[in-house]
């Protein structure tokens, strides 16, 4: 299992850059995906009406996602909920067993993200929702519209292991300048 899990966000190595892969555009409508997810979390539900919406994917035993967690409380800071929608979405979170989500609970309690905390009840259609995901950390920035302005996808042996508010902000200021 702990195989399995490395293998998953990959370990960090100098030279390797990330992946050039797209988010779907949400052909679909995103607020059945959403309403469909347990909430982790005390954070209001996400609102997703005419604003863009940020979503990462992570697992409470994922090393990028904790500093990234930091990054998107610090983007929460510039971007407030009418502004932006920031959900995080828990996947691969069986690769390790974790009685009572103790590790779940203690990520959020240490990370005390600003944004939506959400489960699916099945990974594996919200993994095939956004394109066959299978790394984590990955973000998706969509405009308002439902259309794929940004990606970050972890890549395993990358250097870079997760994004950072500095370079989402230009690409949200983007989306939020165009009527």
């Known amino acids: 299992l702990v195989i399995v899990g490395l293998s998953l966000w990959g370990m960090p190595a100098v030279g390797n850059v990330q992946s050039s892969a797209k988010a779907p555009n949400l052909e679909s409508d995103l607020k059945t995906v959403i309403r469909a997810m347990t909430p982790l979390s005390d954070w209001a539900a996400p609102v997703l009406d005419n604003k863009p919406v940020l979503i990462t994917f992570f697992a409470s035993w994922c090393p990028p996602c904790r500093p990234e967690f930091a990054e998107l409380n610090h983007l929460r800071k510039i971007f ?13 979170e069986n690769h390790f067993d974790d009685p009572g989500q103790i590790r779940m609970k203690r990520f959020l309690r240490k990370s005390s993200p600003q944004f939506s905390t959400l489960a699916p009840r099945d990974d594996a259609s919200v993994i095939r929702q956004f394109g ?6 990955t973000v998706y920035l969509y405009d308002a ?18 994004v950072t508010a500095a370079e989402l902000v230009p690409h949200i200021e983007n989306i939020l300048s165009q009527p």
């Open 80 to 92: 407030p909920p009418e502004k932006l929608e920031i959900i995080a979405i828990n996947l691969f």
């Open 132 to 137: 066959n995901l299978g790394r984590i950390p």
């Open 145 to 162: 519209f439902g259309k794929s302005r940004y990606s970050f996808i972890h890549q395993q042996d990358a250097t870079k292991t997760h």
